[in-house]
């Protein structure tokens, strides 16, 4: 057996604090893998200039040994008890869901039954992408401007709690919204579009928003009253209000008529600025499930939604760290990376298993297979935006590579972190 028992140990803090944390285009952890790093700068001394011994244990790094109380924990067992939290909170959630229900012209009790979640504030201002032009049938160049407008009338009547910018940038953005002529992309025919938030333990991660430029069932055409409507609801949706109002006149009730007006009414902002005003404590024992959230999304699309699927594997990925199955987890970021390799969670928490195989192997003298992980894990971690993390492991990679004597990849490696940390 390999001692590296600490070394896996600390793999499983870091990768799930990362998992959990890691949202894209967020102040990232500071302390990512300085336990790992520090051990790299070892490595370095202990190769000195006699080249690395021979690996004792040639096991390549994804056929890592596990520690036998972690090989226990891969065999299936009996249903998880359920978490200590879920009970002490249990209280706390019908006392402010019933404070909720009970509050005049605002309808987010009748959201916060299935849960709620919202951007945080290190996340703000949110960073909107909307394609400008698109080829699919029935887009109107008027659209992208009626959607940027239907963000700025909720930021507008937040009273300052929403703070929202634009952006050009795909990979910048927080919400990526793009139109579609294909109704497959819906969950349900009565919105006209369809929104997918992806809510973490901390808040929401990122959204993916599909506007449908066909018209209504029963209409000939999109009137831009129509257009207007339906994106002041999938902008609500995005801005964190997940569920629908019960009254028809809102924006946010689960059906978009033609002929009701693109306007929010007081029920609407009321109900947004309640959520942006909870505190951190009353929304954490009330949080949207996610599991819970994407399996009910997923049961609606029938599992058509590669990028819902790719939201679950992700969710399941997490668990598996948290069980101390790396591999697991491992193959469940790869298989949801395939599916939606735009998904910047995924890929910065592929980005990061990779990169912290990438220091075992090296720990273990297996420098080649290093060298394999961190190659893997940089664009990923460029892809989600994972900075202090991306120089971290670009930093390490080099010393790998300079031990191997792999001048070409070494000073390609160089450079690429000269121009992320400029200098
Ligand atoms: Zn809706």
């Known amino acids: 057996m390999l001692k590296k028992a600490p070394s896996l140990k600390l793999l499983a803090i870091l990768t799930v604090y990362h998992l959990l944390s890691s949202t894209p285009c967020r102040a990232q952890p500071k302390n990512w893998d300085q336990g790992l790093s520090k051990m790299m700068d070892g490595l370095e001394k202990e190769v000195g200039n006699d080249g690395p011994p021979p690996p004792p244990e040639a096991a390549p790094p994804s056929k890592l040994p596990l520690e036998p109380d972690e090989i226990k924990q ?34 987010l009790g009748n959201i916060a039954e299935e849960g709620l979640t919202r951007w945080e504030a290190e996340n703000m201002p949110i960073k909107i992408f909307i394609e400008k032009s698109s080829s699919v049938k029935g887009f109107d160049q008027s659209y992208p401007t009626i959607l940027e407008n239907a963000f700025k009338s909720w930021a507008d009547k937040s009273q300052g709690k929403l703070k929202i ?18 109704r497959n992309d819906l969950m349900s025919q009565k919105e006209g579009g ?28 999109i009137s831009p009253n129509y257009m207007g409507r339906v994106c002041l609801h999938e902008a609500g949706h995005a801005l964190g209000l997940t569920g629908h109002s019960p009254e028809r006149a809102d924006v946010m009730f689960a059906t978009v008529y033609t002929s009701d007006p693109a306007v929010l009414t007081d029920r609407d902002t009321n109900s947004l600025n309640e959520l942006y005003s909870m505190d951190e404590e009353t929304i954490a ?12 999304t997923n049961t609606i699309l029938d599992g058509r939604n590669p990028q819902v699927n790719a939201v679950q594997l992700n969710n399941e990925a997490a668990r598996a760290l948290k069980a101390n199955q790396f591999e697991v987890a491992m193959k469940k970021l790869e298989a949801a990376h395939k599916l939606d390799p735009g998904n910047k969670l995924v890929c910065a928490n592929l980005g990061a298993v990779y990169a912290n195989y990438g220091s075992i192997a090296g720990m273990t003298f297996n420098l080649k297979g290093a060298a394999d992980y961190y190659r893997k894990a940089v664009p990923l971690l460029e892809t989600g935006n994972n900075k202090p993390a991306l120089i971290q492991v ?14 070409v990849e070494a000073n390609k490696v160089e450079a690429k972190l000269q121009s992320i940390t400029g200098h």
């Open 165 to 182: 910018n634009f952006s050009d940038s795909v990979e910048e953005a927080h919400i990526v919204c793009r139109w579609t002529d294909d």
């Open 194 to 221: 369809n929104t997918v938030v992806v809510p973490t333990e901390e808040g929401i991660a990122s959204v993916d928003m599909k506007i449908l430029t066909l018209p209504a069932p029963n209409a000939d055409s």
């Open 74 to 107: 891969e065999t299936p067992s009996s249903p998880p008890a359920t978490p200590p939290q879920a009970s002490s909170t249990a209280p706390d959630r019908s006392r402010v869901l019933s404070e909720l229900l009970a509050l005049k012209d605002n309808y």
């Open 394 to 407: 670009l930093g390490n990679y080099l010393k790998v590579l300079n031990i191997l004597n792999n001048k």
């Open 285 to 296: 024992g009330i949080r949207l499930n996610q599991d819970r959230a994407m399996q009910k």
